[in-house]
Each structure stands twice: as structure tokens, then as C-alpha cells.
């Protein structure tokens, strides 16, 4: 059963135009989400976090809104770039009381963005 | 500031070989976890060491181990290789919420 679900397997925008990336999830007791991007060849790379206290969180041209009794999260990029082009992973992780470190992380299958000079 | 690295790159085995795979955190991050990512999907979790010990594990079987030294860097065994086992390693470390991750180790089993 999985527990992070990103139903659009792919995207495709203009250069300048909004990326709506869409997640949703099964597991309440997930507290805290991530978005990773990944080239080919690469592993991923961290872009934005959101904790379940809070429904939005920004850093320059990412936005990441958590409604919790949907059980979803959605990634905005404003403007978009060919150079966000790549696949995006939504990721889960639950409340956990170990020392340091993180509790595990579930992940989505991911969605291809490409953005379109 | 060196982020997280691993070794090898890349690797071809035969089934039934074993395989080792290394891993060194991000500076000052003290925990090592450990992910498969199959063609197509996400990264699935196998295992997570802190001080030394394994504390979490994925739905792998035995045939995939670790360890973590007090360097923090960590290994991944994988024994009695199969064709599925085929799959993009990936190591991740952290020190509290966010996992940063390597670029990984990409396993070919034929």
C-alpha cells in the first residue's frame, strides 16, 4: 500500500509560468514533508521542508502548502525555469522519538517537470 | 564543505556474488540511512545506523546488512546477489530532521 502517492507521473509548463507539483498522503501520523529534485545521474537533492504545525512554507521561488485534513501537499515554483527541470519526489516522515537523526523517509514515485523555453 | 559521498559509482556483479557499498555523511551528521531505488519508482528505505547500531529497518531481507564505524561513515553488504537487487543505491545522512543525500551507487546484476 502506498503511502505517498504523486499521481502525475509527468508535467510540462512554459518558462515563466507557475509548476504546481501535487502529493497526497495515507498516514496521519506523518508530521513532516519534504520535496527532493533529481537530475539523472544524481542523487536527490533537498529543495523545501514543511511541518505538520504550520500550511506553508517559502523559500524564493518555492512554496510548499500542507492542508492536513486533505491529507495533501503541493510544490509551487513561481517563475519556472528550464533549469527545474528534473523529477520531482515528495517525501513522508512520521513522528518518532529517537535521539538526533531522522526517522525513516517514504517516498512518492516522483513527477518529471519539464519546463519549455 | 564536503556533502555526502559514495563509493562506487557504478558496478556490475553476477547473481549470487556479494557487494559492498560505502558511504561517508555530510560533516558533523551522525546518522547514515540507507535506500533503493528501483527504475521508476522512489527510493524505498532498507535500513538507518546511529552510533554504530542499527535503529529502523525497511522491508529488506537479511541478505542486506550494514555497519556504521565511529566515523560515522557506513556500509552497505548485500549478499546472494539477485537480478533484482539491480537498482540505484543511495545513502543519506543527517542530524536531525532533513536527509541529505549522496549521489548514489548504481548496482547492475546480471
Known amino acids: 500500500d502506498q503511502q505517498v502517492k504523486q499521481n502525475s507521473p509527468s508535467l510540462s509548463v512554459q518558462e515563466g509560468r507557475i509548476s504546481i507539483l501535487n502529493c497526497d498522503y495515507t498516514?496521519?501520523?506523518?508530521?513532516?514533508f519534504l520535496w527532493y529534485k533529481k537530475y539523472p545521474a544524481e542523487g536527490p537533492t533537498f529543495l523545501i521542508s514543511i511541518s505538520s504545525i504550520k500550511d506553508k512554507n517559502e523559500d524564493g521561488r518555492f512554496t510548499v502548502f500542507l492542508n492536513k485534513s486533505a491529507k495533501h501537499l503541493s510544490l509551487h515554483i513561481v517563475p519556472s525555469q528550464p533549469g527545474d527541470s528534473a523529477v520531482y519526489f515528495c517525501a513522508a516522515k512520521a513522528m518518532g522519538s529517537y535521539v538526533g537523526g531522522s526517522e525513516k523517509l517514504v517516498f512518492g514515485k516522483g513527477t518529471k517537470l519539464t519546463v519549455n523555453p | 564543505d564536503a556533502g555526502v559521498t559514495q563509493s562506487p559509482t557504478h558496478l556490475i556483479k553476477t547473481r549470487g556474488q556479494q557487494v559492498t557499498l560505502r558511504c561517508s555523511p555530510k560533516?558533523?551528521?551522525?546518522?547514515v540511512s540507507w535506500y533503493q531505488q528501483a527504475l521508476g519508482q522512489g527510493p524505498q528505505f532498507i535500513f538507518q545506523?546511529?552510533?554504530?547500531?542499527?535503529?529502523q529497518r525497511g522491508n529488506f531481507p537479511d541478505r542486506f546488512s550494514g555497519h556504521q564505524f565511529p566515523n560515522y561513515s557506513s556500509e552497505l553488504n548485500v549478499n546472494a546477489l539477485l537480478l533484482g537487487d539491480s537498482a540505484l543505491y543511495l545513502c543519506?545522512?543527517?542530524?536531525?530532521?532533513?536527509?541529505?543525500f549522496g549521489p548514489g551507487t548504481r548496482l547492475l546484476v546480471l
Open positions: 543519506a545522512s543527517s542530524l536531525v530532521e532533513t536527509q541529505y
Open positions: 545506523y546511529y552510533e554504530e547500531e542499527e535503529r
Open positions: 560533516s558533523g551528521h551522525d546518522t
Open positions: 498516514n496521519s501520523m506523518f508530521d513532516y
